[in-house]
């Protein structure tokens, strides 16, 4: 996949768990989880926005493009 996943990072700097930061963007741990994992195929905006404005960061904290085979 060429976009990288690093919401477990940013979560890991606000010491904040998935069960946690899920309630408080009311997304269920299960689809948190999917994201975090690199499963996910897409992400709403919505979504994002509630885990920038969580996490106090930005997109570009949590998502990062790396070009096929250079990961």
């Not at 979560?11 to 999917?34: C, F, H, Q």
């Not at 994201?35 to 960061?57: D, G, H």
Request: aromatic share 2%.
């Amino acid at each position: 996949m060429a976009i990288v996943i690093r919401l477990d990072v940013e979560m890991a700097k606000k010491k904040i768990s998935l069960s946690e930061l899920a309630e408080r963007i009311e997304l269920s741990p299960a689809n948190l989880s999917v994201l975090k994992n690199e499963r996910a195929k897409a992400i709403r905006f919505s979504t994002l926005e509630a885990i920038c404005r969580e996490l106090e960061c930005q997109p570009g904290d949590i998502m990062e493009y790396v070009q096929e085979g250079n990961q």
